[in-house]
């Protein structure tokens, strides 16, 4: 028995002005063949489709297909796609056969010209292996699930956690779903709700004891501890992609049970639809969040900047919030961090100890961003290379060279490239006690909570102009279907399920 097991990951934000290409898939690191199953068997939902096949009495021949993943960022090319496409489906040939497939996707990858990339690629993975041979993908909680996906897999299994802290279990989940396809004969069947809003991170918080967002969690769990289900997932997609069909969806799967999925879908999509209110953020301007920070005597304020959050897409030059912390004076440090190789370069030249000056930000963002003076001292430059905990655990980040300046108390890193820009880790490996600051900026909107939220003495939602706003329904999108909440009110709106039966 062959299970074949690949990887295409990446968020896109189509507001970040700068594409994603090839050259970011590669330069994140892609692994193919055994490497894949060598070096992923303990990370992300790899790890768990790896370890859990491992487990399974009939000791399936692992196919290692491919790795391709890539941070968040702007609309991916046309060319990029297709060579994306093409590698995956060129993988998987040689490959076969196969007796059943793992995909770990992400699920808002969009293309210029292709704005449902998983959907393709499943449809295309599919095409090549015909009906028989078991497809199952898993996708992150943002993801943007179409039709086409539902019906070209015969499961997709989300996250149930944000922060993201379940990649693993989520591959686990995935392997055994496969397992009950390929040895018990399970015969998929799915329901599909696409609900017209679209959620703000805020409070998606599934890790807190009470709110919408933990209910949900539970719920989907209660949903998916039946025997007759096969998995329960929801989806409330990510807010910054202006492309047609953007929604929430609700996928349950039974073993050849349509009206039950039918109904147990309809229940989690009516809940989300009555509740959705309750995810709508309390936001700070900057000016106030900054000022109550500057009042806060001790502990840590962590200030979420999620219109610049990396982790959402966006391109990390942000410097808003900087120029409010420079009107302070601070007993205790400041962190925050800024996406800027043309400083990094600079500041190599003139070596640690001397003092760089120049204008800083604006130049990835040009569509939000501002460019303002700065002077500050060198006080290290480093490689910002770490293994993430919490949101997104257990991922190898290379952010490249590295710099940490500081203007009195206000310490600022600046990195060469985007990446997990909350991280504690980014900030210790510039030789920085995260949890010591006065204030920690976490370009962010809810994933920091994994790492800060059981330290910080206050958290404050800032709104900030950029490219990943929290209140992302107050901007011009051309492309989605209108009506869709926040942008519309809708009333009478009805869960109309899409039922997809597959190997009957
Ligand atoms: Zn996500």
Redesign the pocket.
Known sequence: MRIAVAQLWQ?TNTFNPIATTRQDFESFGIVRGNNLVDQQADANELGGFIQSLRGWPEKPKIAGLIRLPAWPSGLATAETFRWLHDELVASLKTALPVDGILLAL?G?LAADQHPDVEGEILAAVRALVGPRVPIVATL???ANVTPQMASAADALVL?HT?P?IDLFQTGQRAANLLHRIVIDRAKPCTSFIKVPCVLPAERANTEVPTGVSADLKRKLQAIESRSEVLTAGLATV?PWLDIPNLGSAVVVTTDNQPALATQLATDVASELWSRRTEYLPELLSIEDAIARAHANPSGLVVVSDAADAT?SGAPGDSVWLLQEFLKYDWSRPVLLTVVAPDIVQEVEQLGPGQTWSGLIGGLRDTRFGIRIPLSGIIENIFDARFTTSGHLGNLAIDMGRAALLRSRQIHIIITSKTGPHFSPQLFQSAGLDPFAAAVLVAKSPA?FRAAYASRAAAIYSVRAPGCAPSDFWRFDYKNIDRPLWPWDEISNWKPAPMLFHMRR
């Open positions: 968020e992400h808002a992150d909680l943002h996250y944000i993201h990510q982790t994933g």
